[in-house]
C-alpha cells in the first residue's frame, strides 16, 4: 500500500480507506472480510478497522455476514459530477442527439488507464453490458477512451501496459503498443473515434472529444448501437455528423461558461 513516490505528507491510513472501497464491485455486492484482505493485501484486523470506520461514517453497511455500499458512498462520486458543471452545460445537447438518433449517449473522462461515465442519456437496449454513472472500462477498447487517450502526451501512456484496468473487464481488443499508438495517431488525426465491438462482442459505438476554451480535450461524448442492429457505415454516415456537431455544441457553450469573470472552471477528472 505504501507508495515509494510519496511525499511525508502521504495519509497511509486514508489511502487504505479508500483502497477497501475500491474493491467493491458489481459483480461481487457483498463482500467479506476475508475477501477484502485477499484484495487489498491489508491484514484483516487492519480490514476490520477500516471497516467499522466506513460502517459508523455510513458509507458502508453489513450484510449477510459481508459488507456492501451503502447509499452515502454516492455522495463522493456526485460532489465531484455537481462540482464540474461540464453535465449541466451538456444536458440539452445530448438529449437532442438521443432523440435524433434513438440510440444512448454518454460522456466519460479519463482515469488512468481506463474511462469512467460521468453522465448518460441512455434509451432502453438490451445490451452486453451495463452502464450507469461511476462505471469504468478499460480506455483502449472504447471510443470514448481512444478519443481521450489520443489527446494525451503519447510517452505519458506506459501506464496502460504496467498496471491492468481497475474494471475488472478483460477487453477484446488487446493491442500491442505499436496497434495502439497507430489506431492514436489516427484518431488524434481524424477527431473521432470508432470502436467496433472492441469492448465486448455488439457493442459498437463512435466518439469525440469535449474542448474547453484552450481547445483541450476534457471529456469525450459517444453514440453506442447494438452491432446487430446498427452497421458501422450507418454509424459513421448518419451518427457522427450529429455527434460532431453535438460536441462542437457542448464545447462552445462550456467555452463561453468559462469565460465568465464570475464562473471558475474546474473540469478536472482524472489523467
Known amino acids: ?4 513516490d510519496a511525499g511525508p505528507d502521504f495519509i497511509e491510513a486514508l489511502a487504505r480507506g479508500l483502497e477497501v472501497l475500491r474493491t467493491f464491485r458489481p459483480e461481487r455486492r457483498v463482500s467479506t ?3 477484502i484482505a485477499a484484495d487489498t493485501g491489508l491484514a484483516r484486523p487492519t480490514v476490520r478497522r477500516i471497516l467499522m470506520t466506513l460502517v459508523a461514517l455510513g458509507y458502508v453497511r453489513n450484510h449477510d455476514r459481508g459488507y456492501v455500499l451503502a447509499p452515502r458512498v454516492l455522495e463522493l462520486g456526485m460532489t465531484y459530477i455537481n462540482a464540474l458543471d461540464l453535465w449541466d452545460v451538456a444536458r440539452p445537447h445530448l438529449e437532442k442527439l438521443v432523440v435524433q438518433t434513438n440510440e444512448s449517449s454518454s460522456m466519460a473522462q479519463l482515469d488512468e488507464g481506463d474511462i469512467v461515465y460521468v453522465a448518460r442519456v441512455a434509451v432502453p437496449k438490451i ?3 451495463a452502464v450507469s454513472i461511476g462505471t469504468r ?8 477512451g481512444k478519443v481521450l487517450l489520443a ?3 503519447f510517452n505519458s501512456l506506459d501506464h496502460l501496459w504496467e498496471e491492468p484496468s481497475r474494471s475488472g473487464i478483460t477487453p477484446r481488443w488487446q493491442p500491442t503498443p505499436n496497434e495502439l499508438f497507430r489506431e492514436l ?4 488525426a481524424k477527431g473521432w473515434a470508432l470502436a467496433d465491438q472492441d469492448l465486448a462482442p455488439g457493442i459498437r459505438s463512435i466518439a469525440t472529444g469535449i474542448r474547453d476554451a484552450e481547445g483541450e480535450v476534457v471529456a469525450a461524448v459517444n453514440v453506442t448501437v447494438h452491432a446487430a442492429e446498427t452497421s458501422v457505415e450507418k454509424l459513421t454516415g448518419e451518427y457522427l455528423p450529429l455527434l460532431l456537431r453535438a460536441a462542437s455544441d457542448i464545447s462552445h457553450d462550456w467555452a463561453m461558461l468559462g469565460s ?3 464562473k471558475k472552471i474546474t473540469p478536472g477528472g482524472g489523467g
Open 33 to 35: 472480510l476475508s475477501e
Open 260 to 262: 465568465l469573470p464570475e
Open 151 to 153: 489527446a494525451q502526451d
Open 127 to 129: 445490451v452486453t453490458l
Open 137 to 144: 472500462f478499460p480506455a483502449v477498447a472504447t471510443s470514448m
Open 185 to 188: 495517431r489516427e484518431v488524434r
Open 1 to 4: 500500500m505504501a507508495r515509494d
